[in-house]
């Protein structure tokens, strides 16, 4: 595990620190107002260079980032945040246009939320997330996974390809947990978001589309014959093994 996500689950047991990137005061002290009453605690910056000068400040274990925000949009703090961090981040956005969605998720977020929205909706959102950095399994789970080059420790949640480590953010290493261990079944779109997502969500394959893709990505090897995961055309996606 990144020491980044090592230090979010230890801020967690303590008190989660949530860092609002938002610049309409109204709805930077309505977000704030609903997690301190839940428990979190937060920090709040109107602009890009305050959310990364608070990240180097303050620490936070999570981010709640708008798109929309001055001197720096939440796409190049997005970006900049990803070079260095797998914290996890849900993006914020009054604009409902699909391609920011995708953009964002492009980026490296782990969630968006499309304003307005409730607390309900709010809370239920964080708190996926969280469940992903440290979830709540009662299953038996074997210590370690190897395919290839592929070593995963499950009790360490460490990812080794090649050799090396790969830091991948919660919802990274919860899809590709979640893959592993259902080796060479399908698992349709729906039953992989609602294991990864949480309850709540199904249809938003676009999430898939672009998690599955970032996978692909990291674990990318250096001979054409090695692909981990393959696609079932309108059915889902199949870990698939590597000897």
């Known amino acids: 595990m ?4 090592a230090g979010t689950v230890q801020r967690k047991m303590r008190k989660l620190l949530i860092l609002i990137v938002e610049d309409e005061l109204g ?16 920090v709040v910056a109107m602009d890009g260079s305050e959310a990364l000068q608070a990240m180097e400040r303050d620490s936070p274990g999570f981010v709640l980032l708008d798109i929309m925000i001055p001197k720096m949009d939440g796409f190049e703090v997005l970006r900049r945040i990803r070079e260095w961090s797998q914290i996890p981040i849900i993006m914020l956005s009054a604009r409902r246009d699909e391609k920011d969605k995708v953009k ?5 977020a782990d969630d968006y939320i499309s304003k307005p929205f409730g607390v309900d909706e709010l809370l239920a959102r964080v708190r996926a997330v969280l469940r992903r950095i440290s979830p709540v399994d009662t299953t038996i789970t074997p ?5 290839g080059y592929l070593t995963i420790d499950f009790v360490r949640r460490q990812v080794i390809h090649a050799g090396s480590e790969v830091e991948l953010t919660p919802t990274e290493y919860s899809l590709l947990r979640e893959l592993a261990l259902n080796e060479g079944k399908v698992l349709s779109h729906a039953d992989l978001l609602r294991r990864v997502w949480g ?11 672009v998690f599955i ?31």
């Open 2 to 5: 990144c020491p980044s996500v």
């Open 27 to 42: 709805m930077a002290k309505f977000i704030r107002a609903n997690l301190e009453a839940n428990g979190f605690g937060t």
């Open 104 to 108: 964002c998720l492009e980026l490296g």
């Open 143 to 147: 210590h370690l996974f190897e395919s």
């Open 199 to 209: 309850t709540e969500y199904g249809g938003e394959r676009e999430y898939l589309r």
């Open 213 to 243: 893709n970032r996978l692909r990505a990291k674990l990318k090897s250096g001979r054409a014959d090695i692909r981990y995961i393959a696609s079932v055309r309108n059915v889902g996606y199949r870990f698939q093994a590597s000897s």
